[in-house]
């Protein structure tokens, strides 16, 4: 559990960085992330990150071992399924924002996408799909797929070696234990928020 | 927090209405959404939707009843501010997929983009949003703006009349305590999967 707070960390990390400060208090961690400072001390000890009592933590030390740890250190590629509205829009996003994780493959089944640039990487055929992933060790995958295509896209992805996947097709899918799907279904998050819109 | 997993109830009973299915057991309803049968059973009759016993709940009603506590039996009209690769994105997918809320308004601050149609919208300059969001009376927003110029937004669209707020700003944001703001994080849910990928 402690793995999802540790992006938000870096984060805060990164910003100190920028603002060239050295030293950060568990306190000022905690009002720049939300989470309590108490937690947050838990968290690092957790990893091995002791801060100084009374006076914090090292800002460029903390930073590399949570760089470390979230396996940040090392550029990670990213095979992106399905290159409909969604995905060409993530893998725009991703060529923009992301410097650790880095979209280098690029699936669908639509044949008049395939072979064509988007951001910059040509769109390949999703029936070649599991021998390029395992050939080439991609470990991380983000499936942007229609519902109905979604379990079969990440039974391919887990047999062809993924460890991680981020789902954004609206609909659960299963995997094998020792693979980790993460999902993000926008059209839920939306109407969830729409009950306090009445 | 019932309110988060009704989404996931409504879609599968879109699903079953597909399928021409009339009647479905709480057991079912948990085998699609993941959720416990009991959980739902009890989710359910919160909001005073209760099955036969032996026998389950009547699709087309409990639909409606769920698709009117979401506030999804009308169109609700939404505010994009910022309008960059992730918005016009989100713009684009929006268009295809979303059938209860819809963007009806985007606003930039870029001069370049203000006036142009994004995903068939006509960007609007962002300095004329709190206007215009008061005027048209517009209760849902989505925020796509870079870190530095989240929370003003925010606070910008609390002013104007907005209860809820979708932000994809890698940034912690407050807002009133009468604004509910859910924050998707595409970066950190990345970085937090690459930890399984080390």
Do not use: W
Request: net charge positive.
């Amino acid at each position: 559990m402690t793995i999802k707070r540790l992006p938000s960390y870096f984060r805060v990390l990164d910003e100190l960085t920028k603002e060239d400060v050295e030293i950060v208090s568990s306190t000022e961690m905690g009002r720049r992330t939300g989470f309590s400072s108490e937690q947050i001390r838990k968290d690092l000890a957790y990893f091995g990150a002791f801060g100084t009592r009374g006076v914090g933590y090292n800002v460029s030390v903390l930073r590399r071992r949570i760089r470390s740890i979230l396996g940040l250190d090392r550029t990670l590629p990213v095979a992106l399924v399905g290159a409909g509205n969604l995905g060409r829009a993530l893998a725009h996003y991703n060529r923009n924002q992301q410097q650790h994780m880095r979209i280098t493959h690029i699936f669908d089944i639509n044949e008049e996408i395939i072979d064509r640039p988007v951001a910059g990487i040509q769109v390949q055929d999703a029936r070649e799909m599991g021998r390029i992933v395992a050939d080439t060790g991609i470990k991380m995958a983000i499936v942007a797929v229609p519902r109905e295509a979604a379990q079969k896209t990440v039974d391919l992805l887990a047999q062809s070696g993924v460890k991680a996947v981020l789902n954004f097709a609206p609909v659960r899918v299963d995997a094998p234990e020792e693979v980790v799907v993460k999902s993000v279904d926008l059209t839920s998050e939306m109407q969830s928020l729409a009950y306090y819109c009445r």
